[in-house]
T-cell receptor, first 113, second 111 residues
Framework: ETGVTQTPRHLVMGMTNKKSLKCEQHLGHNAMYWYKQSAKKPLELMFVYNFKEQTENNSVPSRFSPECPNSSHLFLHLHTLQPEDSALYLC????????????FGPGTRLLVL | GENVEQHPSTLSVQEGDSAVIKCTYSDSASNYFPWYKQELGKRPQLIIDIRSNVGEKKDQRIAVTLNKTAKHFSLHITETQPEDSAVYFCAAPTTGNQFYFGTGTSLTVIP
């Protein structure tokens, strides 16, 4: 349960605020991911980092800005969000860059007012 | 890209009965198929996975079957218990490790 951690667990922000989500993995993995989970929709992959390099950006609006300073840490910087961005944001990690298991963090529940 | 469809979206079974959830995928390059369980307010957790070099894998009451020709795979839960109640997601990765998830199945086990 402590392999992938995320902070904060809950966040309420106004549309003009700037905030950051943090993810840390203690599994020695090399790839990290950000997902968005909204009600009634499948998990949506937002960003992928492999060995600190961004390899995927699935047409995510620029108001979401990822940062991966090293293989253990991943951030998602948020600014001028919209109410429809309210969702559960999940971080995940995997050992490598192949078709293999991803391990999820507990998520940050974000509410944009 | 990959297209993953999952059925049914909701499923209710009596305790002790079996539950089956099915997923189809479109990308023939996919060769790893995980199933995740997400309890209310918790993270998705891997419960079983299968690679394309086998057709079936079993772990106690949980099994997954894969038909690569037809591009579908299924989760089977036998002797269901109330603690099996959760949302279950299938996934199929495409190039690299980009997962495409199904829309989820909300399973309720009625005591």
């Amino acid at each position: 349960e402590t392999g992938v951690t995320q902070t904060p667990r809950h966040l309420v922000m106004g549309m003009t605020n700037k905030k950051s989500l943090k993810c840390e993995q203690h599994l020695g993995h090399n790839a990290m991911y950000w997902y968005k989970q909204s009600a009634k929709k499948p998990l949506e992959l937002m960003f992928v980092y492999n060995f600190k390099e961004q390899t995927e950006n699935n047409s995510v609006p620029s108001r979401f800005s990822p940062e991966c300073p090293n293989s253990s840490h991943l951030f998602l910087h948020l600014h001028t969000l919209q109410p429809e961005d309210s969702a559960l944001y999940l971080c995940a990690s995997s050992q490598g860059w192949g078709q293999e298991t991803q391990y999820f963090g507990p998520g940050t529940r974000l509410l944009v007012l | 890209g990959e297209n993953v469809e999952q059925h049914p979206s909701t499923l209710s079974v009596q305790e002790g009965d079996s539950a089956v959830i099915k997923c189809t995928y479109s990308d023939s390059a996919s060769n790893y198929f995980p199933w995740y369980k997400q309890e209310l307010g918790k993270r998705p957790q891997l419960i079983i996975d299968i690679r394309s070099n086998v057709g079936e894998k079993k772990d106690q009451r949980i099994a997954v079957t894969l038909n690569k020709t037809a591009k579908h795979f299924s989760l089977h839960i036998t002797e269901t218990q109330p603690e099996d109640s959760a949302v279950y997601f299938c996934a199929a990765p495409t190039t690299g490790n980009q997962f495409y998830f199904g829309t989820g199945t909300s399973l309720t086990v009625i005591p």
